[in-house]
């Protein structure tokens, strides 16, 4: 068989999905050919091991005419038996058999973004119109959480059946580790991730604030590239006084490693997400995990973290406080943290979703009615 994977998101956070799914499927499939269709930038980003793995160029910006128009082109002449979007993102005049994961409908809840209002307002409407007609139109469809399929279900009405759950996996955690030298000597709490503001950053900066009244010499470590959306906020707490905040940047993830390892507790504050993969990471390297309770998190991380409503700023710091002073209450969560991470797997999440294949490409072969053979 053919199989094209739509690969155009494979350098963004996201693309660690496809990155771990396309490493483990080199391991589990050497008989189907895949088409690994990416961006021109991208072009070097991920090589292939396996002979049957092809990169394939797929210049087409999300959301685009060219989108539309052009990948479906581009689809259409390498005939792929079965292609999988990563995201739904695709080419609605495409009509061969198609699986799509769906991580989520964070977009059509967010209320403010990088862009400006009437730009959020017409993307979201693109988002819901394309996500209805790509649920309806899907062979099969993945969802990363049970929480995210259930949500799906209940915003375009397709069937259960339909919807795969494959969790994603956890094994890029590292125990080799190399310190961040400039936290060595303090204690911190921490977060790792993007700065929109549904991800709560400013929220969690004034949780910290309010904690330097019972804790003077906390800092607050915030781990991710520093970009449009996070330079506004270092701004913004720069404007405000604010004190003990440290934003690294981009880092190796030997120093990430370290700062799980001796952070009081990392702290997710988000209103929504998907999934939540950075702090199952930090749990697999030591970190206590203090987490909001919204969407799918406490579908994700059990009883691997200590909850809190971050709708609720003086539930946030009191969450936060109890943990940061109780280190019988660390060492709990350090230990069921553990034992959460280590039951997701990237590789069930790679087999899981070559059955998927497998049975959308017998369902579309039932499905499909036998063509006439041509008169001799």
């Known amino acids: 068989m053919r199989i094209a994977i739509d690969a155009r998101i494979i350098s963004t956070g996201t693309g660690r999905y ?12 050497t008989a189907d050919t895949f088409l690994i269709l990416v961006r021109r930038k991208d072009l070097n980003y991920y090589k292939p091991h396996k002979p049957n793995f092809q ?3 797929a210049d087409f910006a999300d959301y685009s005419f060219a989108e539309q128009l052009g990948f479906n082109k581009l689809l259409r002449k390498l005939r792929p038996n079965l292609v999988h979007f990563c995201m739904p993102q695709q080419p609605l005049l495409y009509k061969g058999n198609s699986v799509t994961t769906v991580h989520d409908l964070n977009l059509l ?15 979201q409407r693109v988002f819901a119109y394309l996500l209805k007609r790509v649920a309806k139109r899907s062979t099969h469809i993945i969802a990363t959480s049970i929480y995210t399929k259930n949500d799906l279900i209940n915003f375009s009405g397709i069937p259960s059946s339909k919807i795969t759950v494959t969790y994603e996996g956890t094994d890029l955690s590292k125990s080799k580790q190399k310190q961040y030298s400039k936290m ?3 204690k911190f709490i921490m977060y790792l991730g993007r700065a929109e503001p549904y991800k709560n950053n400013r929220g969690l900066i004034k949780a910290h604030q309010a904690l330097l009244k019972t804790h003077p010499d906390l800092w607050l470590v915030i ?14 707490a720069k404007d405000l006084g604010y004190k003990q905040i440290h934003f690294t940047d981009f880092i190796p993830d030997e120093q990430v490693a370290w700062l799980h390892k001796h952070c009081l507790a990392y702290v997710l504050a988000s209103f929504m997400e998907g999934f939540g993969l950075p702090a199952l990471e930090a749990m697999g390297d030591g970190a206590p995990v203090v987490s909001s309770n919204t969407t799918c998190l406490p579908e994700i991380y059990g009883d ?3 909850y809190f409503d971050p709708h609720n700023f003086n539930d946030m710091v009191a969450a936060i406080d109890y943990v940061i ?3 019988k209450i660390r060492d709990q969560l350090r230990v069921a943290g553990k034992k959460v991470h280590d039951k997701y797997s990237w590789k069930k999440m790679a087999k899981q979703t070559l059955e998927v294949y497998k049975n959308a490409l017998v369902a579309k072969e039932e499905t499909t009615p036998p063509q006439e053979l041509p008169q001799l």
């Open 109 to 123: 809840r967010i209320t403010a973004n990088d862009m400006s209002k009437i730009e959020l307002f017409v993307k």
């Open 223 to 236: 781990v991710g590239k520093i970009d449009k959306q996070r330079q506004a906020d270092m701004e913004w």
């Open 18 to 29: 496809i990155e771990r799914l396309l490493f483990y499927l080199e391991q589990l499939d």
């Open 304 to 306: 691997g973290a200590y």
């Open 325 to 327: 002073s109780n280190p």
């Open 184 to 186: 060595a000597k303090h």
């Open 55 to 57: 990169i394939v160029e």
